[in-house]
């Protein structure tokens, strides 16, 4: 008895399983407008890099997966990085793919020289091998994590000194007695560098994408992570809610962005005289040392 009642759930169980199989239930719309727009934002990326899906190396559509599911899953994560990333000018797949690369050297590079200085009879341990590969994998990572880093910092201050330059050029066009409506686009139009050409291409495409030039602005400061911009839009939206005069808070945010610029020119200066200053003293203080030690030897041995 117990055996047929055994039997019949699990033939029923599996009935179950087999009508969920041949009739499944229609997944949320939610889950798939976001797998729709996933899967349009992988072909706008692969489009964007002129590369088919079937031309892509091994690499890259390792990274492509990976940075499928970091967007998935850790979103918060990625958003630092794809801020560092769209400031450098670098896709996010081909950055995690030379990442990828540079991991897979640091992790199998030991071990293939241990398997050769075993061939060659060194006798080296082949357990060391991989935990110096993890190791050296690791540490590769660290490294383009950093140099990445560094890169987006330098790009986002070139952008803030810009910027600063812009506001400054653009208030004396205002001075000069030209409205901020046609002193953005001459200004920015005037100048070079590809921080100067990314504020251009924001003012010239913003009337037609419906925006204002400063929420043309603010979105790139959140696109390349420049808090500058989004300041910026936020001050100069703040006064047209207000009623303030536009020339005036372009005046102050110049001054205070000329400010910043200074102090933070000084900081610098100051660290760099302080680190003259310690190795002048550690020069001095070797210096010192090799006499005072020249003549100490030469008591003991004299």
């Known amino acids: 008895m117990i055996a047929i009642l055994i039997a019949s759930a699990v033939a029923a169980l599996g009935l179950l399983r087999l009508q969920r199989l041949a009739f499944p239930a229609a997944p949320p719309l939610a889950d798939q407008a976001a797998r729709w727009e996933r899967a349009r ?7 964007q890099r002129n590369v088919s899906a079937g031309e892509e190396s091994w690499s890259t559509k390792a990274a492509e997966w990976f940075a499928e599911q970091l967007r998935t899953k850790r979103p918060d994560d990625l958003q630092t990085y794809e801020r560092d990333l769209a400031v450098t000018g670098q896709p996010m797949e081909e950055w995690l793919a030379r990442t990828l690369v540079w991991f897979l050297i640091g992790l199998l590079g030991p071990v293939v020289l241990v ?30 994590v950093k140099k990445l880093r560094e890169d987006a910092a330098a790009k986002r201050e070139e952008m803030c000194d810009a910027l600063s330059d812009f506001l400054d050029l653009v208030v004396m066009a205002m001075e000069g007695g030209s409205s901020h409506a046609e002193a953005l686009p001459t200004v920015a139009g005037k100048g070079t560098g590809w921080a100067f050409h990314t504020l251009a291409d924001a003012i010239d495409n913003a009337r037609p994408n419906g925006m204002t030039p400063w929420q043309a ?6 696109r390349f992570g420049v808090v500058e911009l989004i300041d910026l839009r936020a001050s100069m939206n703040l006064a047209q809610d207000e009623g303030t005069s536009i020339r005036n808070t372009l005046i102050a945010r110049a001054q205070s962005m000329r400010d910043a610029r200074l102090a933070d020119a000084n900081a610098r200066a100051s660290k760099s005289t302080d680190a003259m200053r310690n190795t002048l003293m550690i020069m001095a203080l070797v210096a010192a040392a090799y006499v005072i030690l020249a003549r100490v030897l030469f008591l003991f041995t004299a």
């Open 217 to 222: 602005l603010g979105e790139i400061g959140e």
């Open 41 to 47: 934002s992988r072909a706008d990326r692969r489009s």
């Open 115 to 144: 398997l050769l200085g075993n061939a060659a009879g060194l006798g080296v341990p082949l357990l060391a091998a991989p935990a110096i590969g993890l190791l050296f994998g690791v540490v590769a990572v660290i490294a383009e």
